[in-house]
């Protein structure tokens, strides 16, 4: 295959994200693709970094080890929000409700955060910021003004990780610079406008973890909170794509005059992979599953389904789009 170099945007969802560390896996196993820039959101960001620091320390085999280590140490770490094994049915549905009225500022004192001695272990940040193969942009979510803030792979240090994947139900907000964050989520999941206007590569995938479509009217209490969750973690990715398809419709005018940003957009070569049916059956609680059983499996899921949309669209890569924008987003 003929080389290409393409640019990441990595949605965030929790223990799902294990699901990406499959199709990065997977990824690496082409020597003809590479990397140009990485934008990750909360577990998406997570896996973006450790891409970025596993080749910083060792290519392509580096940055494989990299996610594989982070992920299985996920599974091992003893994390407040994971559920005993015998919970279950009605009482972790119960746990997961009474979470939203349960301040971290009442119930985690000491803000405790497994994910920040993980970090420290699994990631130096310094190096990574002299040496980063990638363009990194790594979303959260300003509490008092709602805006996205993106954290570049020159600036990037722990606190920025630990504010793109802050629940604030389970975390206190992330103090940089004297402004707070929150989860990266609720205002870009994941940002693809830095991958279109501060990269050279035109092709960007897209990788989901909550599907565009879903089949099921929802009808219980239960479906419907999930739904509306769902929504409100990918509004902003839907509005985003729906400019995207928007410029173009309205540039490919003859009276419409093209400049930088309008040219950008037009040479954009969208992909996008999306969660399979292991994904599909699983609800919130999920989420917050780091067993080591689950984590693996989802990975598998993963490169299983990176694989097969290779099969299917590896060939269009620097090439052309393999998803209709218009059609998914208008």
Not at 115 to 135: G, N, W
Not at 158 to 164: K, T
Not at 233 to 257: G, H, L, P
Not at 284 to 305: C, H, P, T, V, W
């Amino acid at each position: 295959m003929e080389s290409v170099s393409i640019n990441l945007a990595l949605q965030g969802g929790g223990a799902h994200g294990a699901f990406t560390w499959g199709v990065l896996d997977r990824l690496l196993d082409e020597s003809w693709i590479s990397f140009e820039g990485v934008s990750g959101t909360s577990a998406g960001a997570m896996n973006a970094v450790m891409l970025a620091e596993g080749w910083r320390r060792g290519g392509r085999d580096g940055a494989k080890q990299a996610l594989a280590s982070f992920w299985l140490s996920v599974a091992s770490s003893d994390f407040s929000i994971r559920l005993p094994e015998h919970v279950e049915g009605a009482v972790a549905r119960f746990w997961l409700h009474a979470m939203r009225y349960l301040s971290p500022y009442d119930v985690n004192l000491l803000d405790i955060n497994p994910l920040e001695d993980l970090l420290i272990q699994q990631v130096d940040f310094e190096k990574l910021r002299q040496d980063s193969a990638f363009k990194l942009f790594i979303a959260a979510t300003e509490v008092s003004t709602g805006k996205l803030k993106l954290f570049n792979e020159r600036e990037i240090a722990l606190p920025h990780l630990l504010a793109s994947a802050c629940l604030p139900n389970i975390h206190k907000a992330i103090e940089i610079e004297g402004a707070y964050y929150w989860d990266g989520g609720f205002s870009g999941n994941p940002a693809v406008f830095p991958l279109i206007y501060e990269c050279i590569a035109d092709d960007v995938l897209v990788v989901l973890l909550q599907s565009l479509q879903r089949d099921s009217l929802p009808v219980s209490a239960e479906s419907i909170t999930e739904r509306v969750t769902e929504l409100g973690f990918q509004s902003t990715f839907m509005r985003e794509m729906r400019a995207v398809s928007n410029i173009r419709q309205y540039s490919s005018d003859s009276r419409w005059r093209q400049g930088w940003a309008e040219r950008k957009v037009n040479g954009l070569r969208c992909h996008l992979l999306q969660s399979d049916a292991s994904l599909e059956g699983l609800g919130q609680l999920s989420k917050y599953d780091n067993s080591k059983q689950f984590l693996i499996s989802l990975m598998e899921s993963g490169r299983e389904a990176c694989d097969h949309w290779l099969y299917t669209h590896q060939a269009k890569l620097g090439k052309r789009e393999s998803c209709d924008l218009d059609a998914l987003f208008s």
